[in-house]
């Protein structure tokens, strides 16, 4: 039998056919399911909160809807990253898969593309509801589609983080990393306007400057309030963004892939 | 099913059973409570923003709704202490949330607070430079309820400034300026909305124009009053003793000449008191007419 030549062309085909299972195996599991269900409800039930606001029933919407949006995929990108690579060894499927003509970084990828994919199944389910509640009061705007693809940047990268944790380390922990990033990136903002103003030696507020820029903000990939108040992104933001973005989940997929390599499976 | 998951289901309706009564009364004894001593805090909106994960307008909005359904459940004590931090809090939170300066306005005017309604509504104001509803809001409490009519010109030329085609901004400006005692910057501003609408024929165009005929024909008498009332005291202060006629006060040089009323006719005069007064009545009344 002659050895098999690993082409561009078959890599892209491994790749895929990783990405498939990987979304395959997501859809199947109940907290998926779970969570786009608590996340419909409440995107349903910010309707009668915004009847509960008097005059601010767009308003509410939109932001509730934009948040449960953000909260609940957040979670589901937590829930499914954390267990990517760890289940596959635990269940010793990997070494099945691994045996294959197939690097290990086009398993990373492959995992990785699969769990953008699920994610973005979610998200434009629960953007169409979003939408949907939206019409119903005569108040849908095509720029919940801008907030939302910015929501997906941040997914992006947050899947990138938990697909990292967990191709070093075990789900509990991987699941406590990724949140701890999460909540990080969401806080980190807090730094330069909150923090900063407290302390009085110059020293310490440039070291806290240079603390938030080196730490991820992920607030800045949240234009939620913009969109609520029709205000538009800076010129040159969202390129910025998109390429804030892959150069994050490249980095995260390099790391991830150079952990894995190192690991002893066997 | 078996004997076993029918007693679960009992069990479990037994105890569910047994949970409702003292629900029940779990709320009854809770609401025994002194208003005041349930909880009321709000943190800080620096704490609130970390904690919100970027979702500050999400915040505002749950912070805003649990403020309209719980008002009425507090002592006005309670609410002179939190009233203004709540709302300042919703604002900082989100600084364009134009209901919640409404309802705080609101809430705030219930209670009387004036200068809590002006601080809020500056807040609003200075938050977005080209929205003019917060300021145009706090106008109107000042004018109609606080009758702070130096305050409502404040806010009305700034909300005419930020949104000049309204043309209910000009009619309050002129109506503030009216009640303020000024009535010659009144009539300018009537007298602008009577020409901006001379000719048209739609409902809004009568309304305006209506109200400012009838504005310009009563400042006219008011400017004709003041003016002579004024001569008359000057000519008392010179001569010792009121003008025997209005005519002694043109011909002494303290009146260029004498006016008459909007309908044509001569003010009248009392030389024995020096009180002018106008024989035309005044167009406008009702509760804001006494001015």
Known sequence: MSPVVITPRLTLV????IAKNTFKEAVRSRIFYILLAFALCLL???????????GSLRRVILDMGLATIAYFSAATAIFIGIGLIYKEVERKTIYNVLSKPLSRSSFILGRYLGIMSVLLVN??????????????????????????GYIYLELMILSAVALFFSSVSSPVVSAICT?????????????????????????????????YHLLPDLNLLDINNLVVHNIATAPGFAVRGVTYTLLMVAVLLLASSLCFKRRDLV | MTVRTLAGV??????????VPLHQ???????????????????????????????????????????????????QSVRDTYLLHTYDVITDLDPRFYEAY??????????????????????????????????????????????????????FHIAYARNPNRPILKDMLANAYKYEGDYESSLHYWQSIAQEYAGQEDHQASYFRFAAERNIFDLTIKIDLRNLTSA????????????????????????????????????????????????????FRGKFGQW
């Open chain 2, 102 to 155: 409404i309802m705080g306005n609101l809430f705030l005017s219930l209670d009387k607070k004036w200068d809590m309604l002006y601080s809020l509504s500056d807040k609003g104001i200075a938050a977005d430079p080209k929205d003019w509803l917060v300021a145009w809001d706090a106008g109107t409490y000042a004018f109609f309820q606080a009758h702070d009519y130096a305050k409502a010109l404040q806010y």
């Open chain 2, 10 to 19: 009992l069990v479990i309706v037994l105890l569910l059973a047994a949970v």
């Open chain 1, 179 to 211: 949140v701890a990033f999460y909540l990080i990136g969401h806080t980190s903002s807090s730094i330069p306007s909150f923090l900063v103003p407290l302390v009085q030696s110059a020293f310490a507020k440039r070291a806290l400057l240079l603390l």
């Open chain 2, 25 to 75: 009364q779990m709320a009854a004894l809770h609401d025994t409570y002194p208003s005041e001593f349930r909880s009321y805090y709000i943190p800080s909106s620096a704490y609130l923003k970390v904690a919100c994960l970027g979702q500050d307008n999400f915040a505002a909005d749950l912070i805003f709704i649990w403020s309209i359904q719980y008002f009425d459940r507090y002592k």
């Open chain 2, 232 to 283: 008359v005291a000057m000519y008392r202060q010179a001569k010792g003793a009121p003008p025997p006629t209005l005519r002694a006060l043109v011909s002494s040089g303290y009146l260029k000449s004498l006016p008459v009323d909007p309908e044509g006719k001569p003010y009248l005069y009392d030389p024995k008191t020096g009180t002018v007064t106008c024989q035309t009545p005044f167009k």
């Open chain 1, 123 to 148: 998200l434009v389910a629960m953007t169409l509801v979003l939408a949907g509640v939206l019409a119903s009061v005569g108040a849908f705007t095509p720029r919940i589609f801008s907030a939302v």
């Open chain 1, 14 to 17: 491994q790749v895929y056919a």
């Open chain 1, 44 to 54: 349903l039930f910010s309707f009668i909160m915004g009847l509960l606001a008097i």
